[in-house]
Structure formats: structure tokens, C-alpha cells
């Protein structure tokens, strides 16, 4: 059985929006967005990524979404990832897929009915007020002052040899790790997409004149900076 992640899916759908959305910095919202009802519950979905060795690290991510919206009043229905895969996989075979059978591309209104089928397939005792889909993508960071990334929102030193870099004389842009959320209202249409910068998950090496650059371990080991990419990357829901 061929399975269907949301991951897979999601830049594609957010493209197939861009004519019905009012577009920010960091947050894209359909032209109908007024907010959820926080009288109900959220459906949260596991957090995705395309980087598979930031899959073990990515609970870190997941637990501070939780925890932030909790903080902020919200019941929360998180689903388990085997839960959900088999609960996705099996709506999407009921819809006949939600690609185009003429063109390829992803359908986004079969995508939204899917989103609609998820929220009554969890079968919650009160009505869902939406559906969060969240992953962590790359995403481009200008560099300033030499040492400084900054990008949806964030900023973060860069890192030499392990440790936040003091003086650079480096300049154009480097990858930032975002946290992308994807939310739906409580009928599966999307109300918006947003970004939080969470760090910088690309260090330098160098020894003598030479430079590697390579993918940090324990990247999420500064809670805090995770904590406040998380908070941008929420905060058009409150």
C-alpha cells in the first residue's frame, strides 16, 4: 500500500493557496481566516521532516508545541504516529488519492476533504476547532554583522567549531531550521501557514585553512531558542 505522508504534500498545497491568501513575513493566511474556537479542541498531528537524522531529535519540537498551547488555554488531541499514518493512509485510499489523475499535482480541495475526513475520523466527544500539522523545514537566513542569521523571525549566531561565532566577516545567507505549522479550521480548510525559526542546524569545522561544514549534533540541546521559535511560529492562532 502506497503511503501518504503529510509532509510530502505540504509546500505543494501551500502553493496551490497563494491566490487565497494575505501574504506576511512569516505567515501566509487564506482571505477568511478569523480565528479557531478555543472553546474546542485542536488536533495535533506528529511532527514530519524530509531530514531523517532530526527525526529522533524532533520529540524536543513536539513536546514544546504541546506545551505552549496548553500554557495558552487549548485542550489539545494529539495523535500517535502509528495511529495516525494508518488513520491518513486509509482516508486517502477512500478518496481515491489527492493528486490530479490528469495533471499530477496535488488536488487542493481532495487534500482539504481529507483534512475534513481526519477531523471526524478522530471522533472527538466535542466538536474540533482545527487540525496542526507541523514540521520542521530549511529555510533561507540572511546573514548581518558578520556573525548573525536572521529568518522568520529569529536570529542566531552562527557556529564555528561548535560555539556561537563572535566575529565573521561572512556575508549572503546561510539555512535556518524552522518550525512550519499547517493549520486547518474545523470544517479542513486551511486558515493559514506559518514559520518560527528555531536554530542554526549547520556548524563550521575549520582546522588551519580549511572548512567543512557539516549538520550539528543535539541540535535542539538551547531549549530556549526552540521555546521561541515555537512561540512565533503559534502565535497567529492566539
Not at 479557531?36 to 532530526?54: A, G, M, R, S
Not at 477531523?119 to 537566513?141: D, E, F, T, Y
Not at 563572535?166 to 486547518?184: D, E, N, Q
Request: aromatic letters at 8%; charged letters at 20%.
Amino acid at each position: 500500500m502506497k503511503k501518504y505522508a503529510l509532509i510530502f504534500v505540504l509546500a505543494i498545497f501551500v502553493t496551490a493557496c497563494v491566490e487565497k491568501q494575505k501574504v506576511s513575513t512569516n505567515v501566509d493566511y487564506a482571505t477568511t481566516y478569523i480565528g479557531l474556537n478555543n472553546e474546542n479542541t485542536l488536533i495535533l498531528v506528529p511532527i514530519e521532516t524530509k531530514q531523517n537524522e532530526l527525526e529522533s531529535e524532533s520529540g524536543v519540537v513536539m513536546q514544546n508545541i504541546e506545551q505552549h498551547l496548553r500554557s495558552k488555554g487549548w485542550k489539545i488531541h494529539t495523535l500517535k504516529k502509528e495511529k495516525y499514518t494508518q488513520l491518513w493512509n486509509k482516508i486517502i485510499n477512500q478518496l481515491g488519492g489527492i493528486y490530479s489523475s490528469t495533471t499530477g499535482k496535488l488536488d487542493s480541495l481532495k487534500y482539504q476533504s481529507a483534512i475534513a475526513e481526519l477531523i471526524k475520523s478522530v471522533n472527538l466527544s466535542g466538536n474540533a476547532s482545527g487540525v496542526i500539522v507541523p514540521s520542521l523545514v530549511l529555510r533561507q537566513a540572511k546573514l548581518k554583522g558578520g556573525s548573525t542569521a536572521f529568518w522568520d523571525g529569529s536570529s542566531r549566531k552562527m557556529i564555528k567549531n561548535g560555539k556561537p561565532t563572535k566575529y565573521s566577516k561572512m556575508s549572503g545567507t546561510t539555512k535556518g531550521l524552522s518550525l512550519r505549522i499547517l493549520v486547518f479550521n474545523e470544517k479542513g480548510h486551511w486558515a493559514f501557514t506559518s514559520f518560527g525559526g528555531l536554530v542554526l542546524p549547520y556548524e563550521s569545522i575549520v582546522s588551519g585553512s580549511r572548512a567543512v561544514i557539516k549538520l550539528r549534533k543535539n541540535i535542539f540541546k538551547n531549549e530556549e531558542h526552540v521555546k521561541a521559535g515555537v512561540k512565533i511560529a503559534l502565535s497567529p492562532i492566539f
